[in-house]
């Protein structure tokens, strides 16, 4: 089966092909195909974002798309940035930039009250129109402090509440195999290799 990624993200892609490795499946990137069409997430809930992407891959490709919609939900910001954590200081936001916004919101709010949780929500449409859509939360809280390299968006800044035995790691410094057993978008994206076996379409 061959199915497209809809994301130019390379840190979500590498992410992606790395969690559903074991699906007999073959992954296509933007890299390998012709000039997209302008994507507007225009959604208010991250399924609708996921869903108005992998549509309008099927729509252009022909064959099944792998979309997802993810953010951080900061509780000391009434959950913000949620669903806009991409574009959290503009439309064409960096991560360095959404990072800073964060940084600055957060300044005078104490560790104990900075608890937060990643959501990601994965959808596959096919071009005869099944869809399947799973969720993934993963929480913790916002570090006073950026640390390590790994991942991208918030990673750094993330301390996931499950941890390796006597350490507080964020996200950035996680390694990738523990991040990933335990993350948002792991937790998803294999509910969403679970439900595409049931119903055949691996």
Same mark, same amino acid.
């Given at each position: 089966?061959?199915?497209?990624?809809?994301?130019?993200?390379?840190?979500?892609?590498?992410?992606?092909?790395?969690?559903?490795?074991?699906?007999?499946?073959?992954?296509?990137?933007?890299?390998?195909?012709?000039?997209?069409?302008?994507?507007?997430?225009?959604?208010?809930?991250?399924?609708?974002?996921?869903?108005?992407?992998?549509?309008?891959?099927?729509?252009?490709?022909? =064959? +099944?798309?792998?979309?997802?919609?993810? #953010?951080?939900? *900061? /509780? &000391?910001?009434?959950?913000?940035? @949620?669903?806009?954590?991409?574009?959290?200081?503009?439309?064409?936001?960096?991560?360095?930039?959404?990072?800073?916004?964060?940084?600055?919101?957060?300044?005078?709010?104490?560790?104990?009250?900075?608890?937060?949780?990643?959501?990601? =929500? +994965?959808?596959?449409?096919?071009?005869? #129109?099944?869809? *399947? /859509? &799973?969720?993934?939360?993963?929480? @913790?809280?916002?570090?006073?402090?950026?640390?390590?390299?790994?991942?991208?968006?918030?990673?750094?800044?993330?301390?996931?509440?499950?941890?390796?035995?006597?350490?507080?790691?964020?996200?950035?410094?996680?390694?990738?195999?523990?991040?990933?057993?335990?993350?948002?978008?792991?937790?998803?994206?294999?509910?969403?290799?679970?439900?595409?076996?049931?119903?055949?379409?691996?």
């Amino acid at each position: 089966m061959e199915i497209v990624l809809a994301t130019a993200n390379k840190g979500k892609i590498a992410e992606i092909v790395e969690i559903m490795a074991g699906l007999p499946v073959t992954f296509v990137t933007k890299d390998q195909m012709p000039p997209w069409p302008e994507i507007v997430e225009s959604g208010d809930t991250y399924v609708e974002n996921a869903l108005i992407k992998a549509r309008a891959l099927v729509e252009f490709s022909g =064959v +099944a798309a792998i979309a997802d919609d993810s #953010g951080i939900e *900061i /509780d &000391a910001l009434d959950g913000a940035p @949620g669903v806009r954590s991409a574009r959290f200081s503009g439309p064409d936001a960096t991560d360095e930039q959404n990072n800073e916004r964060m940084r600055e919101l957060l300044k005078d709010v104490p560790a104990e009250k900075r608890t937060a949780r990643y959501r990601c =929500v +994965a959808v596959l449409v096919t071009p005869e #129109g099944t869809t *399947i /859509d &799973a969720e993934g939360t993963c929480e @913790g809280r916002i570090a006073m402090a950026p640390e390590g390299d790994n991942g991208f968006g918030y990673d750094p800044w993330f301390i996931p509440a499950e941890q390796p035995e006597g350490q507080e790691l964020t996200f950035g410094r996680l390694p990738l195999e523990y991040k990933h057993g335990i993350s948002h978008r792991g937790k998803a994206l294999r509910e969403l290799a679970a439900k595409m076996a049931d119903l055949g379409l691996s």
